[in-house]
Each structure stands twice: as C-alpha cells, then as structure tokens.
C-alpha cells in the first residue's frame, strides 16, 4: 500500500467513526427529547378560565388539554366517546364542579381519584333564585351558584388549589410553578384592587343581565343584579318577568341591558328596544374562541373589559 493509499483509508475510516458517533449523539437527544416529552403532566381543563390558570403556573411544563372547545357553550356542551377516551390517560382532571360540567357524571369511576372539582373548595355562594322569580326546575341547578371564577379573590383560591395538585404529582417542577402561582396571584390582587372602584359609587344603579351568572361579582363589590333567567343562559324567561324588567328598566333609568358573549341576545334586544336603551356583553368568560386568544385576550383582560362596562352602567 502506497503512503497516499494508507492516508485515504485512514480518512475514510475517521469519517465512518464520526458519522457513527454523530448519529449516536442524534438518536441519544431524540430519546432525551422524547423522555421529557413522556414525563410531562397530562392534564385537562374543563374549560377556559381554569385552562388559562394552569396555563399560567405550568406554562410547557404539562401536556394541557382544554375539554370543552374554545367557542363552545359549557352548559349544553356533550361529552365525545373520543375524549372519554382520551381522558383515561390524564394524570389529573381539573373541573369547576357545582354541577356546571352536567357531562361530568358520564364519566367512569376509574377517573374518580384524578379529578379535583376546584369550586367545591373555594367557599361557593349558596344559589339564590333572581329578583324576579321564574321558576326554574329545582334539578336544573345545583346547590350553589358555580360562576366563582368572576370573583378575583375566589379565582385565586382556584389557581392555588391547581398549584397544589401539579405539584404533588409533578415535585420535579414544583419550583417553576410556585413562582409563576406568585406572580398569578399578584395579578388577580391587582385585578381585586380595580374592582373595589366598583363600591367607592355612590347610589348604584342596578344592572340587568340576561342570566343569572353575577352574584359573585355582587356580592363582593356591592353590586345588585337582576337576570331574566336563572342559572343556565338557555332558560326562557316568563312574559311575567320580562314585564317586570321593562318596568324596572324605566323606573330605575337603566342605561344599558347585558347579555352574555354565547347566549341567544333577542330578548334583551327587545327590552332594549322598547326601553330605548342600549344592550351590551357581559362576559361570563366561559367559551372564549381561538380568535380571542390568538390575539392575546386572557381572563384578565376580559374582566377589566367587564370592569369599565360595569363602572358606566352603575354610575
């Protein structure tokens, strides 16, 4: 064998080791990359105001899953035989319980120990029928009034509850998700502080609504709602209580009328109309659409936006 000769064979011979341990190297990071991919969380969120608290103490550390879809209306919402499926994977199940999630009682008692109803912890306000007395079925609604995400400081309770969970089941991140549940907290401290301009009103006016989906917020800030329905947004009003909106409407000099962002707006358009005052949303922010988060609309913008809404119509 020539020197030349000898020198290429030892060329070739280097490139193939190389080549070998790049491909090492590649396949040793895929694997890496796909361990930390399994090792995540698996969990689902019911729907948005609790998918966007997780999302914001757990940032990518967890595979979150939204359950009812963007868009969509909670209260009428069916569960999928494909996402009961998908749903024996989670590692945990965030609902709000009180019987908001009625397709929650489909699922199977195999998923009972990774389920945490967050509204069953957070001090619920007992339900109490509105001002105006249509009778609704008594097992149409549960015990308690389940909109507790309108309240900042219940909200927070909420994203604690949420913290706590993840970081039993996940101790490794536990770190990330302690700082980001601070920072959660400081905001729904500051959202809380915003809303307290809400009893500093003199002589508020009541609000009217198209359901009955704002004790919350009343409670906390001395707001006095009155709704057409009561609990769910699909409930039809009697002719007995649109009346004694109408009348409450002129009498009171009522501004404006709300309706929520996923219900039917026709009758309160009508009252609008016949009062001649305007009509408005109100958002329960239960079904925010994926054009709404894309443009980086949260729970927190949509309640400042509630916010000014709520300043004008009481003044």
């Not at 195999?110 to 957070?122: F, R």
């Not at 308690?144 to 089941?169: C, F, G, T, V």
């Not at 500051?190 to 009541?206: F, G, R, V, W």
């Not at 026709?266 to 958002?283: P, Q």
């Amino acid at each position: 064998m020539t020197k030349k000769t000898g020198l290429i064979s030892l060329f070739l011979i280097m490139m193939v080791v190389l080549s070998a341990c790049s491909s090492s190297v590649s396949s040793s990071d895929t694997n890496s990359t796909n361990d930390a991919e399994d090792s995540k969380l698996t969990v689902y969120a019911s729907f948005y105001p609790i998918y966007d608290f997780t999302n914001k103490i757990a940032e990518d550390f967890i595979d979150l899953n939204l359950i009812v879809p963007a868009g969509a209306e909670p209260h009428s919402f069916e569960l999928s035989a494909k996402t009961m499926a998908e749903l024996e994977n989670a590692d945990l199940i965030l609902l709000n319980g009180l019987d908001f999630e009625p397709w929650a009682d489909s699922l199977p008692e195999s998923l009972s120990s990774k389920i945490i109803s967050l509204g069953e912890e957070v001090n619920p306000l007992p339900y109490v029928e509105h001002s105006h007395g249509e009778e609704e079925d008594e097992d149409s609604h549960s015990e308690y009034d389940p909109h507790i995400w309108l309240d900042p400081l219940r909200a927070s309770q909420m994203s604690e509850i949420i913290y706590e969970n993840l970081s039993k089941l996940d101790s490794t991140n536990k770190a990330v998700y302690e700082t980001n549940l601070k920072n959660l907290k400081d905001e729904f401290i500051t959202l809380d502080s915003e809303y307290k301009q809400l009893e500093a009103i003199q002589n508020k006016k009541e609000i009217v609504v198209s359901h009955n989906a704002f004790s919350y917020l009343g409670e906390r800030y001395g707001l006095e709602f009155h709704s057409l329905s009561g609990i769910s947004p699909e409930s039809e009003p009697s002719l007995k209580v649109l009346s004694e909106i109408t009348d409450l409407v002129n009498k009171e000099g009522i501004r404006v009328l709300f309706f929520e962002e996923l219900a039917n707006d026709k009758i309160i358009n009508t009252i609008a109309d016949e009062t001649g005052v305007e009509s408005d949303i109100l958002y329960t922010i239960e079904g925010m659409t994926d054009d709404e988060i894309n443009a980086g609309e949260d729970y927190f913008s949509k309640m400042r936006l509630n916010l000014s809404k709520l300043k004008l119509a009481a003044e």
